[in-house]
């Protein structure tokens, strides 16, 4: 027999529990007011992760909004669970970015592997195959034990996923600063390849469909963690461990295979994985977006614990889980399939007409809430944001050389934040797959081609922390104009953007101030550009006791390449000319040598000229199409010098340098962080020149690629052996890692 | 390896479920890939040597037929008992992605037919369990009947213990059963078969296949 309404809690109890569970008392209020009545500890669940932060992004909605996220190319923009773009060929690129900060911070290793596994089922939930992963880190002071030991996990974690799984992680970020030693940021993005008349989505339609659940069973772990994500750590973060959830790969490959095999015949009408909040949010947001009801008798949902409650299992965020809608009759089919993967499969309920979701278990009816309004009625806040005071520019004169270029040079490329990175990405298989064209370290962008095409796709996570947090505006403008750029640099056609935007508690209004800055200023680059947002996420309450992370609005941009041949790295070749494309006025203001050299973090951020950059880096992408370019690099971190010596290092090929313009002074020219520039080697310097001038773009020699091995020669003959600058560039991290 | 059979051979290969108990019919060559068997869970490839095709495969090898097992099907071939030894955790305790370098030590093998014995060339690892053990006499017996197919080394051939990234004893990298017919490695020659990916270094091992294959009476 079957109970017909929810017991509902006694109300003091209640409203007790809701505060707990991160309601506020007018989000409780609400509550009420859509039941009619108390909830039922099941229902308060529901209500409480699906209207948390992590879920509803109440905070940030309002702002998103201001994003473009249109283009010819773009098929499907932000609120599916992945976005996806036309790139040719009657294939889609699907791709999304994520976060995992607050686990990582918990318990690194599994924090940052089910980033990597929640990110991935994004995508293949789509129909797309996963080719590609990417992330975007920020850890706090390098000489901190505390920050190698979560560096050291999540880059394992992230290894121990992705390997695992058999998805190539071919590229990604990582920057230092004290600002993150309590919250370091895990953002893990996933790039899969789908025929672009074949994408599946989460909207569930057909009365009487079945609900099918498949993969791995249901845990007590996890409960919460979206709740757990959408507040500020306090000195007890440690007791958080177990929302944190573990992964498990190997059942993550069998779902993909699955899901793919499933998805390649037609009994699927919609299909979502359970992330954040799991059989909640996946139930709750499929019949949603299809207006429909749906019932669930959680006595079929698999187990793996004995005497779970309806609210654990509701709650419960544990991984590799998906929730599928199929067509009437379809249930052997598919159920078939997931056996031969060796994974579960339940048919755990029905779509009505109703509207409500109704949960059963037991007998008892748990839960019954109208799912109209716990969308419409969902908490949305226009928070106060005090704009961020725009800092004075940086008075040059006030910062004369104290070190002289070359020795700043080699501090810069030990310094942690451009040191190579090598010791990180020799922990993540890059070619599983056989399609990866370039590297991590090979070329600005990751270059991996479409199998039995010669069409390749060029991704990239890029984010300036330093300058947003001077400038959010500025700094939102520079973190897609730099992803942009990295894919420009490579020859291929930057298309779309995924978002990480990471802030602290947007209920101070000075973090809105930075939250609403950056995106007016992504918003500008990406109509300048043509570089829509399709999908992202946004990670709030990034603070631990009250100190909250830089704003790192991390940007993962996708590109293709018509041939794969034709792409460029950023390896210097012998005897190439250097050509500087871009203007340079020398803006030291938030540069890292000013951070680095003269120990002073200050000054306005450099300002991107939107017009400047779109100019620039399409005569670039066309001189790289037309051939004759044999490397390319922005400059960006670091400033000219480094951006030269990062290419030496690259194809360990020497250079010799002219003479900075006069009217700069040196360690300005070298080491300002102008934007919008980049070096090519180019076989013919006096063409590039020409038809640079020809179309209006700034470009000068600025010097000769010489043999490899070699050294770097500045103008006035001091010379730099690549061999020690080497030791200087990569012994850096492996030493930290090692405490030395 | 898909790519790289299906290059050398001008036909793709069949691919096969691990529950199948039987090969196709004309199987020339049995390729175990690599990838994580069973995610790696217990030791690498200890589940995957109890799948059940690998009787068939077992029996193949024993009938004298041609396997080649790269980075997991190596370690399956080891757990199999197929091939001596075992592969430990990573002297680093870290896996390891990166270029290395490989020098034939047996030239005229059906998978080293196309090198000269002492011929250097690149390849790719990409494996957190690749460190080489087996004990002396073991090793010794390897060394002395010619049945160590690579070794590490650097760019100049040298097998240093700074080329042997991974800790594998005397910088194993590949060996061969008896008869010459069972190859395991650990790098993955099949990630250098095509200039656009960076080299076809490795083209010569499946090039070699496919020459010895075309000899062998079917």
New interface residues.
């Given amino acids: 027999m079957t109970t017909a309404a929810p017991q509902p809690l006694p109300a003091g109890r209640a409203r007790q529990l809701a505060a707990e569970f991160g309601l506020t008392p007018e989000e409780y209020d609400r509550v009420l007011a859509i039941l009619g009545r108390a909830p039922s500890l099941t229902e308060l669940g529901v209500f409480s992760v699906m209207w948390s932060e992590h879920c509803s992004y109440k905070s940030s909605k309002v702002w998103l909004r201001e994003l473009p996220t249109r283009a010819p190319w773009v098929i499907q923009g932000p609120g599916e669970n992945a976005g996806v773009i036309a790139i040719g060929d009657g294939l889609a690129a699907v791709f999304k970015m994520e976060s995992h900060n607050h686990p990582s911070f918990i318990e690194p290793y599994q924090g940052a592997a089910t980033g990597v596994g929640g990110i991935l089922r994004d995508v293949f939930t789509m129909g797309a195959r996963p080719v590609a992963n990417l992330n975007a880190l920020r850890f706090g002071d390098p000489k901190l034990p505390l920050t190698r030991r979560i560096l050291d996990g999540v880059v ?1 974690g992230i ?2 996923y992705g ?4 998805v190539p992680t071919v590229g990604g970020e990582v920057n230092f600063h004290p600002a993150y030693n309590g919250n370091p940021l895990v953002n893990a993005m996933t790039v899969g390849i789908a025929r672009a008349d074949r994408i599946f989505t989460a909207r569930a339609t057909g009365v009487g469909n079945p609900v099918v659940y498949v993969g791995s069973r249901t845990g007590r772990d996890g409960i919460h963690g979206a709740t757990m994500a959408s507040a500020e750590f306090s000195a007890d973060a440690e007791e958080k461990r177990p929302t944190v959830q573990i992964g ?4 993550e ?1 069998l779902l993909i295979e699955a899901c793919l095999e499933l998805m390649a015949t037609d009994a699927i009408v919609a299909i979502q994985d359970m992330g954040a909040a799991g059989l909640t949010s996946s139930s709750v947001e499929m019949a949603g977006k299809g207006g429909m009801g749906i019932e669930l008798d959680l006595d079929a949902v698999p187990q793996r614990e004995e005497g779970m409650s309806a609210y654990e299992m509701m709650l419960s965020e544990s991984q590799e889980r998906m929730l599928m809608i199929l067509k009437p009759g379809r249930e052997a089919e598919a159920e078939a399939i997931f056996r031969k993967w060796e994974l579960d499969f339940a048919v755990i309920g029905r779509l009505t007409d109703t509207g409500r979701i109704v949960i059963r278990h037991k007998g008892v009816v748990e839960a019954d809430i109208p799912l109209a309004p716990l969308e419409s009625e969902a908490p949305l806040y226009r928070r106060p944001a005090a704009e961020t005071p725009k800092p004075p520019p940086l008075d040059p004169a006030s910062v004369p050389d104290p070190v002289g270029v070359a020795e700043a040079l080699r501090r810069l490329v030990g310094s942690p934040d451009l040191c190579s990175r090598r010791w990180i ?8 797959g ?4 370039r590297r991590p370290g090979a070329a600005d962008a990751a270059i991996v ?1 479409i ?1 039995g095409l010669r069409r390749a796709l060029a991704l990239t996570t890029d984010c300036t922390p330093r300058y947003c947090a001077a400038d959010p505006e500025e700094g939102g403008k520079q973190a897609v104009a730099e992803a942009w750029r990295n894919i420009t640099a490579t020859g291929a056609t930057p298309l779309a953007i995924t978002d990480n935007m990471n802030f602290g508690n947007p209920e101070k209004p000075e973090i809105m101030g930075q939250f609403a800055g950056c995106i007016r200023g992504m918003a500008a680059a990406c109509r300048a550009l043509d570089f829509p947002v399709v999908s992202g996420n946004v990670s709030l309450y990034n603070e631990t006791v009250g100190r909250a992370i830089l704003p790192t609005p991390a940007i993962g941009g996708v590109g293709v390449i018509e041939d ?2 034709r792409a460029v790295g950023l390896a210097l070749v012998p005897g190439c000319e250097l050509v500087l494309v871009g203007e340079t006025r020398g803006h030291l203001g938030q540069s890292l040598w000013l951070r680095e050299i003269a120990g002073r973090e200050e000054g306005a951020p450099p300002p991107v000229d939107l017009a400047a950059e779109r100019r620039n880096g399409d005569f670039v992408r066309a001189r790289i199409l037309a051939g004759g370019v044999r490397a390319c690099h922005d400059v960006s971190d670091g400033g000219l010098l480094v951006a030269v010596a990062e290419m030496a290092l690259a194809g360990d090929v020497g250079a010799a340098l002219e003479p900075p313009p006069a009217g700069i002074p040196a360690h300005a020219f070298w080491f300002g962080e102008d934007q919008g520039r980049y070096v090519l080697a180019v076989e013919d310097g006096a063409a590039l020149l020409a038809a640079a001038a020809a179309a209006g773009v700034p470009a000068a020699r600025i010097g000769r690629a010489g043999a490899p091995g070699g050294a770097l020669v500045l103008p006035g003959g001091r010379s730099i052996s690549l061999a020690g600058l080497r030791e200087a560039h990569e012994g850096v991290l492996p030493a930290l890692m090692e405490g030395r | ?1 898909a ?2 059979l299906e290059r050398a051979a001008g036909r793709p290969p069949a691919m096969l479920f691990h529950r199948e108990t039987e090969l196709p019919r004309g199987t020339d060559l049995v390729v175990l890939a ?3 068997s ?4 217990l030791r690498c490839g200890a589940i995957a040597a109890h799948s059940p095709i690998m009787r068939a495969v077992r029996e193949f090898a024993a009938r004298g037929g041609h396997v080649l097992g790269v980075c997991n099907g190596f370690q399956i071939l080891c757990e199999a008992q197929m091939l001596p030894g075992a592969l430990l955790r990573n002297a680093s305790l ?5 270029d290395c370098h490989l020098r034939v030590e047996r030239a005229g093998t059906p998978f080293t037919g196309r090198w000269q014995k002492g011929a250097v060339f690149r390849s ?1 690892m ?1 494996h ?1 369990d690749g460190n080489y053990f087996a004990d002396a006499a073991t090793l010794d017996r390897l060394e002395g009947e010619g049945l160590v197919a690579f070794r590490y080394c650097d760019a100049r051939g040298e097998a240093t213990a700074e080329a042997n990234l991974n800790g594998s004893a005397r910088n194993i990298a590949g060996i061969l059963s008896p008869n010459l017919r069972v190859l395991g490695l650990m790098p ?1 020659p ?2 250098y078969v095509d200039p ?3 080299g076809t270094d490795g083209l010569p091992l499946f090039e070699s296949l496919v020459d010895a294959l075309a000899a062998a009476p079917a």
């Fill in positions: 394992r290894g121990g390997n695992c799984v058999g498990d790969p190997f059942t490959k990405w020799d922990q993540y298989d890059s070619t599983v056989g399609q990866t064209v081609k199998e794969a041949a | 390896m790519i790289a690599g990838g994580f069973y995610g790696d869970y870290r896996f390891l992605s990166m790719v990409a957190g993955h099949e990630d656009l990916m960076g």
